[in-house]
């Protein structure tokens, strides 16, 4: 069974393709649009990833701006959006379920509560890779595809991991097979 994890206001239309899945949802612009000004927070995890150079998303406030192809992390009930109308721009929107990416990040790494920095990093062809794979299996939804998508999900949740350096956080903290620490990604 599918659903949309997105928030309400987000649906597919002439500028955005949907691309949704039991753990996650895919959204990215068709050709650059525009982002309207306004925050809020959901219980997802989300990962901005920049298709053209974007300046002007917030997370807690703070302005953040983006080279093409850098990821930006948004954590679950994380206050995020614009202060102001951009324009033109094209990115991806990653949207994972919360209890998905805790499940997964608690198996692989033995933490339990999942914090990223909201340091801007470079995306990494495998994570393009993987979600073009992902949207392609999701448009073509030939026998077997809703498994390949949760394949595919878990997939890009890990190539996340990597690419915004937790690992090397986790090992230089000690804090493997402890659970119930926070962790703080940084690069």
């Given at each position: 069974?599918?659903?949309?994890?997105?928030?309400?206001?987000?649906?597919?239309?002439?500028?955005?393709?949907?691309?949704?899945?039991?753990?996650?949802?895919?959204f990215?612009?068709?050709?650059?649009?525009?982002?309207?000004?306004?925050?809020?927070?959901?219980?997802?995890?989300?990962?901005?990833?920049?298709?053209?150079?974007?300046?002007?998303?917030?997370?807690?406030?703070?302005?953040?701006?983006?080279?093409?192809?850098?990821?930006?992390?948004?954590?679950?009930?994380?206050v995020?959006?614009?202060?102001?109308?951009?324009?033109?721009?094209?990115?991806?929107?990653?949207?994972?379920?919360?209890?998905?990416?805790?499940?997964?990040?608690?198996?692989?790494y033995?933490?339990?509560?999942?914090?990223?920095?909201?340091?801007?990093?470079?995306?990494?062809?495998?994570?393009?890779?993987?979600?073009?794979?992902?949207?392609?299996?999701?448009?073509?939804?030939?026998?077997?595809?809703?498994?390949?998508?949760?394949?595919?999900?878990?997939?890009?949740?890990?190539a996340?991991?990597?690419?915004?350096?937790v690992?090397?956080?986790?090992?230089?903290?000690?804090l493997?097979r402890?659970?119930?620490?926070?962790l703080?990604?940084?690069?």
């Amino acid at each position: 069974m599918e659903k949309q994890i997105l928030p309400d206001f987000v649906r597919e239309n002439d500028y955005f393709s949907v691309y949704p899945s039991e753990k996650m949802t895919i959204f990215v612009t068709r050709r650059p649009s525009p982002v309207l000004k306004g925050e809020f927070s959901h219980r997802s995890y989300e990962f901005i990833v920049s298709l053209s150079p974007v300046a002007g998303f917030t997370v807690d406030g703070v302005a953040v701006s983006m080279p093409e192809n850098y990821l930006l992390p948004v954590n679950s009930n994380q206050v995020h959006g614009t202060h102001l109308l951009i324009s033109d721009v094209s990115f991806m929107n990653i949207q994972f379920e919360a209890e998905f990416i805790e499940e997964l990040f608690f198996g692989v790494y033995g933490v339990r509560d999942v914090v990223f920095a909201n340091a801007v990093v470079p995306c990494g062809e495998e994570i393009l890779f993987l979600t073009r794979k992902f949207m392609e299996e999701y448009e073509q939804r030939r026998e077997g595809y809703s498994s390949n998508l949760s394949n595919l999900s878990v997939q890009i949740a890990i190539a996340i991991f990597r690419q915004t350096g937790v690992a090397e956080h986790i090992a230089a903290a000690g804090l493997c097979r402890q659970g119930h620490r926070t962790l703080h990604s940084t690069l």
